[in-house]
């Protein structure tokens, strides 16, 4: 049975953990209207491996990728609050610019194979870096919730505010920038550039409909995210044959989720 196999272990738990990661981070990024960042920076994801491939790296994608990304997620928030911008207008000038660098430098590599999975995703692209990476990014994406909820919390909500009171708002930021970029590039390796800002966007927004609290929201979106990841999975590899692309299949279920959400909640209003 696929599931029992070693390759597919390691990308349920890189999938599970980076869902766990990315809809905590997801709940803060829709509220501060950041949502289509996981967009934007998966594919600045897909050109920097695609880059990796054609410099001698494709072996080592995380390792270009994974700074890349952090740099071009900061250059963001940093421009967006010195031109005011937009951060919608910002995001469209580096994905759409990346993803041309992407194609063009895919299009000097001689195999396809590692660009088709950074695109779209694969279950046996996982490695044991991911799942190192992923454990780690998992584990300080906790604590940093779990320690600095009532900080995150306030500059969520009101960063006017927590300016005014002598927070650091700019540093959490930071770290929130970070955290989503390690995710995005993690979890790019099993849904693929074209499907990883469903990890962000689709639990916090079924969460915001559903949720009284933030708190709440924080824990429905988790829920939702990682209930969409194995039911996709299965789906994927269990229920159809042959085996339909595991990215399509989990947004399939993400949506389905949040339909079912709304109805609900209109419902029982």
């Known amino acids: ?6 390759l597919v272990k390691n990308a349920l738990l890189v999938g599970a953990l980076v869902s766990l990661c990315a809809a905590l981070l997801g709940v803060i ?3 501060k209207h950041y949502a289509l960042i996981g967009h934007g920076l998966g594919e600045v994801g897909f ?3 695609s880059v990796a491939a054609l ?4 072996d080592y994608p995380l390792v270009v990728a994974i700074p890349v990304v952090c740099l071009s997620s900061i250059l963001i928030m940093r421009i967006n609050q010195k031109s005011g911008m937009g951060g919608d207008v910002l995001i469209g000038i580096f994905s759409t610019s990346a993803l041309a660098v992407g194609v063009l430098a895919s299009a000097y590599t001689s195999g396809y194979s590692g660009v088709y999975n950074s695109m779209f995703g694969s279950l046996y692209a996982v490695g044991k870096s991911d799942v190192v990476f992923s454990v780690s990014l998992s584990a300080a994406v906790i604590l940093i919730f779990l320690f600095l909820y009532n900080r995150l919390f306030s500059v969520t909500y009101d960063e006017t505010y927590a300016r005014a009171t002598d927070m650091n708002a700019d540093l959490y930021q930071f770290l929130i920038s970070l955290l989503t970029s390690v995710s995005i590039v993690l979890g790019m390796r099993v849904m693929g550039a074209m499907m990883i800002s ?3 966007i689709f639990p916090a927004i079924t969460a915001k409909r559903i949720a009284r609290s933030f708190r709440s929201m924080l824990l429905i979106a988790v829920a939702v995210a990682l209930f ?3 039911v996709g999975v299965t789906i994927s590899l269990v229920v159809v044959t042959p085996s ?3 990215g399509a299949c989990v947004v399939s279920v993400s949506v389905i989720v949040m339909l079912a959400a709304f109805l609900f909640t209109k419902v029982k209003r």
Request: aromatic share 12%; charged share 5%.
């Open 1 to 6: 049975m696929m599931l029992k196999t070693p």
């Open 29 to 31: 990024l829709v509220l």
């Open 47 to 49: 050109a920097a491996m």
């Open 55 to 58: 410099i001698g790296l494709g």
């Open 198 to 200: 469903s990890f962000i």
């Open 228 to 230: 969409s990841f194995f």
């Open 244 to 246: 339909l692309p595991t």
